[in-house]
């Protein structure tokens, strides 16, 4: 019996909702001159999990969710020096606690929802839950909207799952029903040359380090192409495995940071949802 039928016979209005993903990642990054803690090539695995639990019965939905994140063995000898810095994420992970295994519990959505009160068509939300700025408005027209779903979507606000920010040319291949390949090219630009080669997902302590890691442009904008292919295979409704690799050409930027200007990522993703 599965958690929506044992939960329909307690209550018809409460639903159970879950997922758990296992990553394993691998980063050759930009290779800096010898230096302490200048290890290029590291790798670690991350685990997220969700459970949550919602009511929904008209005019009233609510819904709350709890989040379990940690990170192991991220490298703790990959934080070189300025200007090199943080030899990928997993040393920015290293450097927010300096511990190699470090995650904590917390909550990641809880609100309530009411419909059609006190105006019929008014839609009142309130609480924390997730939101993505792109979608808003839907056309209706079901390419157009694809395009609105993968591409602007949380282009400015949204969820992080895992996104590399740039231009992309959309090839995208379904060879069998349950296999999806997309292939990406990204050119990468500072603002401005003034500007720095920042790298993260965003806060993640209150005070402290604030998530990201700014490299010096050295009077330059031109930062990199990066070319990247994902697999995707649904084993079944619930389950699949997508495995991606990425290289990147490091541009004027970079070549003035780092003696090899080329880095790979590869990383190995397990998914599960209920």
Same mark, same amino acid.
């Given at each position: ?23 394993? *990642?691998? #980063? ?9 803690? $200048? ?7 991350? +685990?997220?999990?969700? !459970? ?5 019965? /008209?005019?009233?939905?609510?819904? &709350?969710? $709890?989040? #379990?994140?940690? @990170? @192991?063995? %991220? ?11 943080? &030899? $990928?994420?997993?040393? =920015? ?19 309530? /929802? ?14 924390? @839950? ?5 979608? *808003? ?43 999806? +390949? ?5 050119? !990468?630009? !500072? ?16 005070? $402290? =380090? ?15 192409? !990066?070319?990247? =292919?994902?697999?995707?295979?649904? =084993? ?6 997508? +495995?991606?690799?990425?290289?990147? @050409?490091?541009?004027? +930027? ?15 993703? %397990?998914?599960?949802?209920?």
């Amino acid at each position: 019996m599965s958690w929506e039928e044992l939960l329909g016979k307690l209550h018809e209005h409460l639903g159970v909702t879950g997922s758990a993903r296992v990553r394993y *990642e691998f #980063w050759n990054f930009f290779d800096p001159d010898p230096v302490k803690n $200048g290890n290029h090539d590291n790798d670690f695995w991350a +685990v997220r999990t969700r !459970l949550g639990l919602s009511y929904r019965s /008209k005019p009233l939905e609510a819904f &709350l969710e $709890g989040q #379990w994140s940690h @990170f @192991f063995g %991220v490298p703790g000898d990959a934080n070189a020096p300025r200007p090199s810095g943080d &030899l $990928g994420l997993g040393a =920015i992970v290293f450097a927010h606690h300096r511990k190699q295994d470090q995650g904590r519990v917390f909550l990641q959505q809880a609100y309530v /929802k009411m419909q059609d009160r006190p105006i019929q068509g008014l839609s009142l939300k309130g609480g924390r @839950f997730e939101y993505s700025d792109g979608l *808003e408005v839907l056309t209706g027209d079901p390419s157009l909207d694809w395009v609105k779903n993968a591409r602007l979507s949380g282009r400015l606000i949204g969820p992080f799952g895992w996104s590399h920010v740039g231009r992309s040319f959309q090839v995208l291949l379904k060879p069998i029903q349950k296999l999806s +390949v997309r292939a990406d090219v990204h050119g !990468l630009w !500072l603002s401005e040359e003034g500007d720095l080669w920042y790298a993260g997902s965003g806060a993640t302590r209150k005070s $402290g =380090i604030n998530g990201f890691a700014g490299r010096p442009s050295g009077g330059r904008n031109d930062l990199a192409w !990066l070319l990247d =292919i994902s697999l995707d295979y649904a =084993i079944t409704k619930g389950f699949s495995v997508n +495995v991606y690799y990425a290289h990147a @050409f490091g541009g004027e +930027v970079i070549q003035n940071i780092f003696r090899r200007a080329d880095a790979d990522l590869i990383y190995v993703e %397990v998914n599960s949802q209920f």
